[in-house]
T-cell receptor
C-alpha cells in the first residue's frame, strides 16, 4: 500500500535556529496536509497544500509542495520553545482516510 | 466550524473488560468516520473505516472481533475494545470528513486508554 515517508524522525535545535521536516511519497500525493501534535495532545490541523509547487506561509512556518506532488516540506524559521511537538504530514485522498507519515519530533532548548 | 467530539478522553479499565469509545460529529453528518490508534512516540495508524449503516472496513492486522465498530447513525460511530489487555493501551482517535467535497477532515480530541 501507499506509504508516506517523513524525515528526520527527531530533531533537536537551539531556540532561534531553523527547522525543516521533509515528507516523501513514491506515488503522487493528492493533497498534503500538515498537523502538529503536542505531547499528550491530539493532532491539530495546520494547513493543506493542493497545487503542484504551492508555497504557503503561516508566520514563521513555510510549507511547500513539490512540483511533482511527491514531496512536501515544512520549514520553521527561528524556532521558539512553543514550536515543540511532533509534526506529521498526511496524504489526503478524497473519500479515504488520511495516510500519515511517521512524524518528526522537534525539541527546542532555550 | 465542524466539530468532532470524542468521549471519554481518558479511561482506565481492568484487563479482560470491554471499553466503548464514542465519536460524534456535532454539526454535520458524517457517512464515513475513521479510527486511528497511536502508540507512544509513533504515528497515527489507521485501524478501520466506519461506514454508516454498513460494516466497517478494517486495515490489515486489525482484529475485527476485538475492535468492534458501530456506525448506526450519521453522527455517531463507536469503537469497542473487547476483552482489553495491557497491550491495547494506546491513544485512539477518530476523524470524519466534514463537507460534501470530502477534503476537510476533522479530528476528535482522542481517547487515552490504559488497561491495567
Amino acid at each position: 500500500g501507499q506509504q508516506v515517508m517523513q524525515i528526520p524522525q527527531y530533531q533537536h535545535v537551539q531556540e532561534g535556529e531553523d527547522f525543516t521536516t521533509y515528507c516523501n511519497s513514491s506515488t503522487t500525493l493528492s493533497n498534503i496536509q500538515w498537523y502538529k501534535q503536542r505531547p499528550g495532545g491530539h493532532p491539530v490541523f495546520l494547513i493543506q497544500l493542493v497545487k503542484s509547487g504551492e508555497v504557503k506561509k503561516q508566520k514563521r512556518l513555510t510549507f511547500q509542495f513539490g512540483e511533482a506532488k511527491k514531496n512536501s516540506s515544512l520549514h520553521i524559521t527561528a524556532t521558539q520553545t512553543t514550536d515543540v511537538g511532533t509534526y506529521f504530514c498526511a496524504d489526503n485522498q478524497a473519500g479515504t482516510a488520511l495516510i500519515f507519515g511517521k512524524g518528526t519530533t522537534l525539541s527546542v532548548s532555550s | 466550524g465542524a466539530v468532532v467530539s470524542q468521549h471519554p478522553s481518558w479511561v482506565i479499565c481492568k484487563s479482560g473488560t470491554s471499553v466503548k469509545i464514542e465519536c460524534r460529529s456535532l454539526d454535520f453528518q458524517a457517512t464515513t468516520m475513521f479510527w486511528y490508534r497511536q502508540f507512544p512516540k509513533q504515528s497515527l495508524m489507521l485501524m478501520a473505516t466506519s461506514n454508516e449503516g454498513s460494516k466497517a472496513t478494517y486495515e490489515q492486522g486489525v482484529e475485527k472481533d476485538k475492535f468492534l465498530i458501530n456506525h448506526a447513525s450519521l453522527t455517531l460511530s463507536t469503537l469497542t475494545v473487547t476483552s482489553a489487555h495491557p497491550e491495547d493501551s494506546s491513544f485512539y482517535i477518530c476523524s470524519a470528513r466534514g463537507d460534501s467535497s470530502g477534503n476537510t477532515i476533522y479530528f476528535g480530541e482522542g481517547s487515552w486508554l490504559t488497561v491495567v
